[in-house]
């Protein structure tokens, strides 16, 4: 079966997405320029041949662009080869494809949900491996205490910052500085 490849442009720069068949094989965030963009494509899939965005492929490009776009729009459902990585890496990657936009999970509670609760380190490394960033939301999972953590991705954490923005998602324990506080009663006017 043969492999393609689609590069498009999105809020936050050139993204693609690698298919097989019917399914995603993988998926990439911007680099630094197209070139970088081609040059990391043709490393990690040196058989894939640029093709049209047809299809489901179509409307993955356009949830996508949505997506970052800062729309709520839930990716979860696209066809990955997820049985083509470790039962492990599997599990951590349907955890994160449950976590919807605006809403983040640790490190820690990955591991909890996958009933293993020392294996934080370990959901981490999946999370690094992840072949379809943006669809498979690694961005959402962030270390304990609200901190970042790592992002493979080009641009790295403020990459991963970035997204989470767009998200309109918490990276913190504190309030924001125009989130609603309680109302305190005050005194009737004399």
């Not at 498009?8 to 197209?34: K, N």
């Not at 970088?36 to 409307?59: D, H, N, S, T």
Request: hydrophobic share 45%; net charge neutral; aromatic share 6%.
């Amino acid at each position: 079966m043969s492999q393609h490849f689609h590069l498009f442009q999105t809020a936050i720069g050139l993204c693609a997405l690698v298919w097989e068949g019917e399914r995603f094989i993988g998926a990439q965030l911007p680099e630094a320029d197209e070139a970088a963009a081609r040059l990391r494509l043709a490393r990690r899939f040196p058989q894939a041949q640029e093709a049209a965005a047809e299809g489901f492929v179509g409307e993955a490009v356009a949830g996508i662009r949505a997506l970052l776009d800062g729309e709520k729009r839930d990716l979860s459902k696209l066809p990955l080869t997820l049985d083509q990585v470790s039962p492990f890496h599997r599990k951590v990657y349907e955890i994160a494809l449950a976590i919807p936009p605006g809403e983040t999970l640790t490190y820690g509670e990955v591991a909890r949900r996958l009933g293993e609760p020392g294996a934080a380190r370990a959901v981490g490394v999946a999370l690094g491996q992840n072949p379809w960033p943006i669809i498979v939301p690694c961005h959402r999972v962030l270390a304990a205490g609200g901190r970042t953590g790592g992002f493979s991705a080009d641009g790295g954490v403020s990459t991963k910052l970035r997204i989470l923005t767009i998200d309109k998602a918490r990276t913190d324990t504190e309030p924001g500085l125009f989130e609603a506080l309680p109302l305190v009663a005050r005194p009737a006017a004399r």
